[in-house]
């Protein structure tokens, strides 16, 4: 699998999302892609408890440990490598945890538009 180069989506270099939990479908820390990634994990979000609540009831349980998996569940605060489509589904719902625009793939855009991504922006990414 080749990776899609890696820029985010203000046009510079991707910064790393997380290595503690260590995030990414290539589970290198960073939301790189490549076109085996179906779910597109793209969006460096950062987890809050409304939206864990949300994911697990949508049917994709983040919060719950899963040692087989060497998955020690999600925390709020954590920040991880969220499927673009389920980001989307999240605003839509009005649920959408904060982004690092810095460490979310420019792939992103295929799915969630940039003024959306822009109002979850995280604090230092408005700077």
């Not at 979000?45 to 998955?71: C, H, I, Q």
């Not at 925390?75 to 989307?88: I, P, Q, V, Y």
Request: with cysteine; net charge negative; charged share 20%.
């Amino acid at each position: 699998m080749e990776k899609d180069p890696s820029f985010n989506v203000l046009g510079s270099t991707l910064a790393p999302c997380s290595t503690d939990p260590m995030t990414g479908f290539f589970r290198n820390g960073a939301c790189d892609t490549c076109a085996a990634d179906q779910g597109s994990h793209t969006v460096c979000a950062v987890m809050t408890a409304e939206f864990l609540a949300f994911s697990k009831y949508v049917g994709n349980d983040l919060s719950t440990a899963r040692p087989e998996f060497g998955f020690a569940g999600l925390k709020e605060g954590d920040s991880w490598c969220l499927c673009a489509s389920r980001f989307l589904q999240a605003h839509e719902d009005g649920c959408a945890p904060q982004v690092n625009l810095h460490a979310t793939h420019v792939r992103a855009l295929d799915i969630v538009p940039i003024d959306v991504l822009r109002a979850y922006a995280a604090a230092e990414d408005l700077s």
